[in-house]
Every structure is written in structure tokens, then in C-alpha cells.
């Protein structure tokens, strides 16, 4: 079979599993594949597949009909600029997530030297994708998971950015390393009750460790403050992100670390996402 109708075959099948998006993954997954561009399947279109091939499209459409995300599947996650190797030991960056980015790159402009902390690093993609715009900047990435840890390395390497980035496997309560003058985090915010109602996708496959926020969903959140509050230089900007219910109670918890509240940003379906403040 050659690949144009591969992709449609494979298309049809996941729209019969109600897989959003199913030529589009289905395309993805060929790519992986056979390793390849889009422009090659566009030119060689009625190319014939060998077994080999067909045999791992098949498995791989298979897996994302169980729902298994295509990031994980095809092992890459486009994020901000740039492309990202994603595994099943990280959560999926998302767009609303480059939001971080954005108003980080707001507030300084490109010849700063700064010191930069991200706090549940995961991927690094947040990290490395604002190093990658401010030349100046020195990061460092912290995350409990080991493999979170060796994800994020290997990112660096792969945007050459590991001469002026550094990771640390530690639970940030025990962090104690250096003065910072950005925090930025992005840490696990839904309550575990609520868990069971994420899609298949996120509930199934991502892991738990970078979703679960404790019973109020607090539990992260007012952990990364109290420590954001030791290791941040005076007047030293801390961007947070939130649930979109979790405003009020997170600006308190910020005010009572002496935190001053600079901006509240919302995401691209208007929800509150993000809290920008400054260490007074």
C-alpha cells in the first residue's frame, strides 16, 4: 500500500474511535514512520510502504485509538519556536503555557543579565525557550523526577543551551541553591478529586506527579511560594501559573510572603492563567 492511502486508512480508523483531528494524526504518525518531512509525503504520495512500515503505522495507530497522546507517540511537542522531545515522563507543554514566556520577555529587554529559575522544570521547554531569546540569561531548571531531569538535559543539548543551563533533581522544598532574579512556575494545580474528570489523553497517559495539586489544589502551589519567597532577590519577579479558580486564593498566599501583585494575565479562553509579582 502506498502511503497517501496508508494515511487515509489510518485517518478513517481513528475517526471511528472518535479521535479528534484523525488525518492530522494519522499524518503525524506516518512521518514518524518513516522519518521524513511533509514536503516528502507531499512528492511521494503513491510511494509503496515495505511491511516493516505498515506494520509500525499500524501499532502506532492502535496506541493513539487507546488514546495516547500524539506527542508521546511521535515523541515531539512544537512550544513556542521551537521543537521539543517529549516522553511519557513529562506533561505535554501547552499553549497556554507560553504565556510564561511572553511576559517574561515583556519585562526585559535583550541585553539583560539575569539569573532564572524554573521550578518544575519538566520538559525545560518553558526554561530553554526563554534562554533561547535572551542570550544574557543563565537558567536553572528544578524537577522531583529524575527523567524529567534527563528530558530536559537532553533538550538543552539539542538547542545548545547547555553551557548556560543547569538541572537539579530535587523536591523544591529542599532546593537551597543560589539567588534568583526570575522564579518561574508552572506546578501541579488540580485538586485530585477532580483528576478523574481530564480527558483520556491527560488522565491515562500523563503522569500524575506534574498534575496532582493535593486535595485543594494547593498543596504545590503554596509550596513553590514559600520557597520562591527564600530564594528570590529583593525586587526579583516570580511568574506563577495557575488554575482558572485559583486567583484570589493564590494573590493571598503571594501578599502574605510580601509578594506585591504586578499583573494578573488571562489564557487564550480568558480564564485567569498566570500572576506576575515582585518580591518587596
Known sequence: ?????????????????????????????????????????ILNSKKKLSSKYLENFKNLVCRRKRREPIAYLINSK???????????????????????????????????????????????????????ERKNFLGTGVDISKNAINTAQFNAKVQKLNNRVKFYISDIDKFLIGKYDLILSNPPYIKKFDLKYLDEDILLYEPKVALDGGSDGFSEITKVINKASDLIKRNGKFILEIGYNQKNETINRLINKNFYINKIVKDYGKNDRCIISTKI
Not at 516522553?87 to 503555557?97: A, E, G, Q, T, Y
Not at 541585553?111 to 524554573?118: F, Q, R
Request: some cysteine; aromatic content about 8%.
Open 1 to 41: 500500500m502506498n502511503i497517501e492511502k496508508t494515511i487515509i486508512g489510518g485517518a478513517q480508523s481513528l475517526k471511528n474511535s472518535n479521535i479528534k483531528n484523525p488525518y492530522l494524526d494519522s499524518e503525524l504518525l506516518m512521518l514518524k514512520v518513516i522519518n521524513k518531512d511533509r514536503k516528502y509525503i
Open 78 to 132: 512544537e512550544f513556542w519556536k521551537q521543537k521539543y522531545f517529549i516522553n511519557k515522563h513529562v506533561l505535554i507543554p501547552r499553549p497556554d503555557s507560553e504565556i510564561l514566556v511572553e511576559e517574561t520577555l515583556k519585562l526585559y529587554e535583550k541585553k539583560k543579565k539575569i539569573n532564572l529559575l524554573d521550578v518544575g522544570t519538566g520538559s525545560g521547554c518553558l526554561l530553554l525557550s526563554i534562554l533561547k
